[in-house]
Nanobody, 119 residues
Framework: QVRLVESGGGLVQPGGSLRLSCAASGIMFRNYAVGWYRQAPGKQREMVAGMTSGGITNYSDSVRGRFGIARDNAKNTVYLQMNSLKPDDTAVYYC?????????????WGQGTQVTVSS
């Protein structure tokens, strides 16, 4: 059974930092591309950061320079370091792991963790 379990969300003031973690089980984690997505109320889910199995990263324009994605294959875990947080970063953050044909990959998702940026 495949499981992705996020943790680390919470309430933070503008300008603050949080680190999200996502622990995977049931997959050969090192073979998967991983990513973080978010969904704010009334908006579509959007990609925030991604990392290929080979370690190549990409970020959305809205978070580039503020967020960092990292993975520890020995721990089957992917992280999202979020710095200089803004109220617009408020959303539910989801962990994703995918593999296979880029046109039709196999996707696994976590249950999401709430991040709220507010004073």
């Amino acid at each position: 059974q495949v499981r992705l379990v996020e943790s680390g969300g919470g309430l933070v003031q503008p300008g603050g930092s949080l680190r999200l973690s996502c622990a995977a089980s049931g997959i050969m984690f090192r073979n998967y591309a991983v990513g973080w997505y978010r969904q704010a109320p009334g908006k579509q889910r959007e990609m925030v950061a991604g990392m290929t199995s080979g370690g190549i990263t990409n970020y959305s324009d809205s978070v580039r320079g503020r967020f960092g994605i990292a993975r520890d294959n020995a721990k089957n875990t992917v992280y999202l370091q979020m710095n200089s947080l803004k109220p617009d970063d408020t959303a539910v953050y989801y962990c994703n792991a995918r593999i296979g044909d880029p046109r039709d990959p196999i996707n696994y998702w976590g249950q999401g963790t709430q991040v709220t940026v507010s004073s």
